[in-house]
Every structure is written in C-alpha cells, then in structure tokens.
C-alpha cells in the first residue's frame, strides 16, 4: 500500500471549540428560523441518537450502490445560471481579496504572510501549532506496506485495548453495519477500509483518515483508507460518540473537495514560501536534518492551510451525514441538542469560507452541488432501509433536518 498524508479530520469536540462557551450558543431569533423551516416541511425536530437504527425482525433490506460522483462534477440545481471558473481564477480572487491582485502565487514569506492574514491566521498561530499538529498525527502509516501488515497492525491495535476498549470497538462496528448502506460500503471491493483505535488523550484531532492506494494483482490500483479513532473514547465506552467519529470520517472517504482542488497549489505555494519566514527557519537550527524537518513543516503549513480551505467544504458534507447518530453535545455547560449543534457548526464553517475571499458566485455554485451530494447520499441511505420500516422514517426525518441545517446556514451567511 502506498501512503499520503492524512487528509480528512474530525477535530476534538467536533469543533465544539468555535462555539464561545461565554456566549448563548444559539442566537433566540436565529433558533425561531431554524424551527420555521421545520414547520414548513411538517418535519419534528428531535435528537435521531435517541432512536436505534435496527432491522426488524423478517423485514426486507435492500441496498443500492454508492454514488461516486465528485462534487466538483455535480451539477447545480434549482435554475442557476452556471458560471465556469479555472483554477487561476479562484487562486487570482483569494490573493486579490488580501490586497495583492493579478498574481496566482505569491513569491514571498511576506505575500503569504498577507494572504493568511486575510483568512483570519498569522504567523504565531502557525508556529504554536506545528509541534501539537505534528504529535497528533504521529500514528499515522507511512511509506510502503503489504495489505497484510496493515490489517495486522489495525488487529494488533484493537488487542491493545482495554477490555471495555474492545468490547466498545466491536459494539459500534456492530451499530455501524446494522445500516444496510454503510454495511454495503465497508464490504465494497472497490476500496479497503481500517479502522485504527490510535488517538489518545487531549490530542488535536479525534479521528483522522489517510488515503493511500493498494496495487491489484492485474496492476491496477483501489484506494485504501485508514481511519485513526478515538483509543480515548473507546476504552470510556462512549459508543455514540465513536459511531458518530466513524461515520464522520466515513463520509470524507466518499467526498471531494471542490475548493481544495482549486486551492491546493496555491496551499502549496503558501506553505513553501511560509516555510523559509525567520522564525520558522529557526525552529531547524538544531535539527540533525534540516532539509529533511523542513519538507516535514511543509506538509504541516499544508495542512493547516488545507484546515482553513478545502477542509471547510468537507466538514460541513461531513457533519450534515453524521447527523444521523449525533448526540448532544456540551458546550459551556449546556447540554446542545444534536440539530442545533450541526447548524452552529456548519454556520461557523461557512462564515469562515466566506474570510477567504472566494468568488461568491463560485461558492454559492460549490455550497449548490454540495446541498446535491447531501441529498444524493441521504436518498441511498434511505433506499437501502426496509420500505415502511421506522429506521427508513427516521433516516428520512435525518435528511430534512440536514437539507434545512444547510439552507438556513447558507441564509444566515448570506451564501444561497
């Protein structure tokens, strides 16, 4: 198996931390609209982690294939006039946006200081940030392996566990195939997928997911996805709370960046420059290989930048599908129900899109085919869950609460 850097990330909390724990977590006239649309479509707003997704007994389960269309290859709905852009011209629009204009790169530590600095980061938030980003990805698998050796670490991973660690493992995987579809997924042939109980303690990320490609006997090749969750979690039996990481990272796996296909050069390019600034050249000064550490805080600039582009767009797919087993979450000592918490998320992740200095039409055409994939996904869900069956009902109640999350985000942020 060929490894790349870890890509997708559920952060601590999910990202509960962009919350203000001083402030009321949701805005009274903000919820008001929130309900209004829930009236419009008859829809009862609850916390669907509170209802068990299990077959009945003698009912019928059908299951149809998953979607595999690229959200950059989706068309938008709804009458819009569909507006191309290239690459250059969403790179030229962002660096415009920080005041250098008709550039699609930066040549400078001192530009890409400037273009950073427009998206809300500076140069401390990076430097702090390295040495916690660089241990919270410290299990992650690198270079070549055989299929075997990674199926064996995932088991020997799993051994290491506690015995509620294991018994939790198993119980929630168990929870996870009861949905015909995400059963059908993790036995696709098409792909390989691990599950790697690895994250422990107050580290940066709960749940992370590498992509790496496995070679065919015929020489061709499948993706392969190791997905890091939460040793923490597993060994405190929080069963919802590693379901919910499980299907979080489960839906980066199916989900591609629109934005972080445009902007990964110019991330790039951000980073090489950024790299080379003083005080992060400093930070080499005693390295034992300085060309080496400096390829590695690359990567690192990469991914922070990536968290503040592309991962955006991802999280809030991400979020709208995990809504299904979301439980309440606690955010300054208030118990936030499931509904409410993924619109305040998925509000904080547009509002930050938006600091980037995309073009509005562009973003409203990505948040478009996104609201798509939402539905398209949902839709197989759905379809894989007994016809009349309370699951198929439930999942049904999932998706309107997810489409009507993003169209009263999109409305609050001035992004439909």
Request: charge should be neutral; hydrophobic fraction near 35%.
């Amino acid at each position: 198996m060929k490894s790349t850097t870890p890509k997708s990330k559920s952060s601590d909390q999910h990202q509960s931390n962009r919350v203000s724990p001083n402030q009321p977590f949701f805005k009274k006239e903000r919820e008001e609209s929130f309900f209004s649309f829930a009236a419009e479509s008859e829809t009862s707003f609850f916390n669907p982690a509170t209802i068990q997704l299990k077959p009945e007994k003698g009912s019928q389960e059908t299951s149809t294939p998953l979607l595999s269309t690229p959200i950059s290859k989706v068309t938008a709905s709804g009458g819009r006039m569909i507006q191309a852009f290239t690459g250059d011209q969403v790179r030229e629009a962002v660096i415009t946006n920080a005041g250098i204009p008709n550039v699609t790169s930066v040549s400078s530590s001192a530009d890409a200081l400037t273009v950073i600095q427009a998206w809300g980061m500076n140069l401390s938030d990076i430097v702090s940030r390295l040495g916690s980003l660089s241990q919270s990805v410290a299990g992650a698998v690198t270079g070549r392996h055989a299929a075997t050796s990674v199926a064996q670490q995932q088991q020997q991973l799993v051994n290491a566990l506690n015995t509620t660690g294991q018994q939790t493992y198993t119980q929630v995987l168990q929870s996870l195939r009861q949905e015909p579809f995400w059963d059908a997924y993790l036995n696709n042939p098409a792909h390989e997928i691990h599950f790697f109980p690895d994250i422990t303690g107050g580290n940066r990320y709960r749940g992370y997911t590498q992509t790496g490609t496995a070679t065919n006997p015929d020489g061709s090749t499948h993706p392969v996805y190791i997905i890091h969750i939460s040793k923490t979690d597993l060994e405190a039996g929080l069963n919802q709370n590693v379901l919910t990481n499980m299907i979080h990272e489960l839906s980066h796996t199916m989900f591609n960046s629109q934005i972080d296909t445009h902007l990964r050069p110019l991330n790039q390019n951000l980073a090489e420059q950024l790299v080379d600034h003083a005080q992060i050249a400093a930070l080499r000064a005693q390295a034992a290989d300085p060309a080496a550490l400096r390829s590695r805080q690359i990567s690192l600039i990469r991914q922070l930048l990536y968290e503040r582009t592309g991962y955006l767009e991802e999280e809030i797919f991400v979020h709208l599908q995990q809504l299904s087993s979301q439980p309440s979450v606690n955010v300054g000592g208030q118990s936030v129900p499931a509904h409410r918490y993924i619109l305040a998320i998925v509000e904080g992740y547009l509002d930050q899109l938006k600091t980037i200095g995309l073009p509005l039409q562009y973003l409203v055409q990505a948040l478009d085919s996104l609201n798509t994939r939402t539905v398209q996904v949902y839709d197989q869900r759905i379809a894989s869950l007994p016809s009349g069956s309370t699951e198929r009902r439930t999942m049904e109640l999932n998706k309107r609460q997810a489409v009507l999350a993003l169209r009263l985000a999109r409305s609050l942020t001035n992004t439909n």
